[in-house]
């Protein structure tokens, strides 16, 4: 679900480091059993971010059920008010992914929020488990099945799922064999409680927080378990928390928010501003979308040599591309421009990076670790043969991958921690925003998001395409509703509508 392109990976380390980051941790600090320690901040402004950041690191148990055993630490970070006087709480930024780092949103974005709600707060986010400096964990993968298109379940040029099958069996035997306790610690229920203990070190009795796409689901569990410790909380892109699938559900909505997302790219696409950029695909937009997925079906014949040595352009890179440019309309020209050199004989397509080699061996572990652990998926392999056949029918521009087999059918631990199920039980202070055109979270999940909360939440509509509404696609109306939101406590009446 991703802030994003690595949320994207979400079905889009080295084993020594997994094992060296618990064997260093082995005997806990003192501290472990009694008082929180005090964050011992220092500056860690980067290039492009805030003067001010700074950041510090904070011990949590690998086990809550054992809080004096092995510790992990978590890479925290912070953006102190700029105006002390007008300061009024800390506000949490909750990354997305799983896999995304709470460190380097707020280097992104913490400027600008710190703009919009004037000084208000203290912002702050953490790396998760398994992200960025906190501790990883590995599952020591092989290069080729740390490819998004391996690692995310693109059936075969035929509708098989015959290799999907096998990979997936055996990312799972790796991640049991070399992940051990550290990986299989890495869940939403762990993060929503590593939340509460920096809750705690910080001194704060209430936490507002700003969680987006999986962060939403983070920040809604939060609400549920921790709610008497909420103040204001903006979910941002959210997804169906139906408990009985979780993740699951969650890539299955997909393959709508696709269908929902593209006819953007195709408007955008058959403009005739394009034909000076060289970028224009067909004449009228709705002869965009068969144009692809006859490109795609094409390259799923004959690959075309790219300029990554060893990595054509396939029919399911093709795809992919697509899904990753449906994020951002910024990212349209990129796509086109792949079309093209695509149906271009005598130019080699330049792949976009994340395409063009394997994910790096931690960041796979925790997008496939997450997913796993959150809950147990079914294990029927003629199910998905069945689902596959169906979804590649109803959804060809995700031609199957949503509805496929993952690594989870084969996963070797049962999920420690029943998913929980989202409430209207709890402080009504909840406003969610959620474009209406977003390719990964679609708005038919968050409407159950909606749904589950009942008067515990407003939820305001935006006729936008892309994923991730607030500070991010310039939609004045959205942005003013969540800044107000934060800044005076104020919701809509009722569930509003912002044009585009």
Known sequence: MTTYRRSAAFIALSVTVATTALTGAATPPAHAAGALPALDWRPCAESGGPAAQECADLPVPLDYRAPDGPQLTLAVTRLRSDRPSARRGTLLVIPGGPGSSGVQRVTQKGEQLQRETAGQYDIVSLDPRGVGGSTKASCGLAPEDREMVNLRSWPAADGSITENVERSRRVAEACARNGGAVLRSLTTANEVRDIDRFRQALGEEKLSAWGSSYGTYVAAVYAQKYGRHTDRLVLDSSGDPDPSRVEQGWLANMAVGADDRFPDFARWAADPAREAEGLRLAERAEDVRPLVLELAARLDREPKESTTAGVPLTGNRLRQAI??????????????????EARDASVKPVLPAELAGPMPDQDAAVTVGVICNDVRWPGNIPSYRRAVAADRVKH???????????????????????????????????????????PATPYSGALKMREAFGDRARLVAVDHGGHAVYLGNGNACGDSAVTTFLTTGKRPERDTYCAD
């Open 323 to 340: 899904q990753l440019a449906l994020y951002r309309d910024s990212a349209f020209g990129r796509l086109a421009g792949l079309v093209q």
């Open 396 to 438: 060809p521009l995700t031609a199957g991958m949503t509805a496929n087999i993952t690594p989870c059918a084969f996963w070797k631990d049962a999920p420690v921690d029943r998913p929980t199920r989202i409430t209207d039980e709890g402080p009504s202070n909840i406003l969610m925003i959620q474009g209406l055109r977003d």
